[in-house]
Nanobody, 124 residues
Framework: QVQLVESGGGLVQVGGSLRLSCAAS????????MGWFRQAPGKERDFVAA????????YYADSVKGRFTISRDNAKNTVYLQMNNLKPEDTAVYYC?????????????????WGQGTQVTVSS
């Protein structure tokens, strides 16, 4: 069975950095796209970034462009989200997700598998 396990969340000050990890298991993900989403209290779950596992093509929400970087390690079956210059509005639970097709990568409802989430809190 497919499992996505996130780690790396925590409390950081404004301007700081965190790296989230998402370890994927249970199937071959070579044709999949992997995404990161986030959900703040009382808000919808929003797209943050995505990567095509096959060729590493990346996509970002405008709000994180230039600050966040998504990457993958094929050998470890792991996707990362490097978050720099963090702001209070980045505070949320961050979720890793997997999508079986490499298009419409910002569409939350098209992702099939989800992790349990990891909390990121940015203090001012």
């Amino acid at each position: 069975q497919v499992q996505l396990v996130e780690s790396g969340g925590g409390l950081v000050q404004v301007g700081g950095s965190l790296r989230l990890s998402c370890a994927a298991s249970g199937r071959t993900f070579s044709s999949y796209a992997m995404g990161w989403f986030r959900q703040a209290p009382g808000k919808e779950r929003d797209f943050v970034a995505a990567i095509k596992w096959s060729d590493g093509t990346t996509y970002y929400a405008d709000s994180v462009k230039g600050r966040f970087t998504i990457s993958r390690d094929n050998a470890k079956n792991t996707v990362y989200l490097q978050m720099n210059n963090l702001k209070p509005e980045d505070t949320a639970v961050y979720y890793c997700a997997a999508k079986p097709t490499p298009w419409s990568l910002n569409q939350r409802t098209l992702y099939t598998y989800w992790g349990q989430g990891t909390q990121v809190t940015v203090s001012s």
